[in-house]
């Protein structure tokens, strides 16, 4: 789970926690991850009044958005 957000840098790698998101996102998508689980950090999303979504690119090029709970940093 990424805590602070703020210290991601644009382009930096992230791991989809597949956990976390199983309940919520469609079946291709989660085959995707299951396959390879690292992003690309590419910006950010407002998402409610007091919540951020980080927007990713997955590895096949597709663009979604995570809760930061729903990633982890790649160390």
């Given at each position: 789970?990424?805590?602070?957000?703020?210290?991601?840098?644009?382009?930096?790698?992230?791991?989809?926690?597949?956990?976390?998101?199983?309940?919520?996102?469609?079946?291709?998508?989660?085959e995707i991850i299951r396959e390879e689980p690292v992003v690309e950090l590419v910006g950010y999303k407002m998402v409610d009044g007091n919540q951020f979504g980080l927007v990713v690119k997955l590895m096949n090029g597709e663009i979604n958005w995570f809760f930061e709970k729903e990633l982890s940093e790649i160390m």
């Open positions: 789970m990424i805590r602070d957000s703020t210290t991601l840098k644009k382009g930096q790698k992230l791991r989809v926690e597949i956990n976390e998101v199983k309940d919520r996102l469609p079946h291709n998508i989660l």
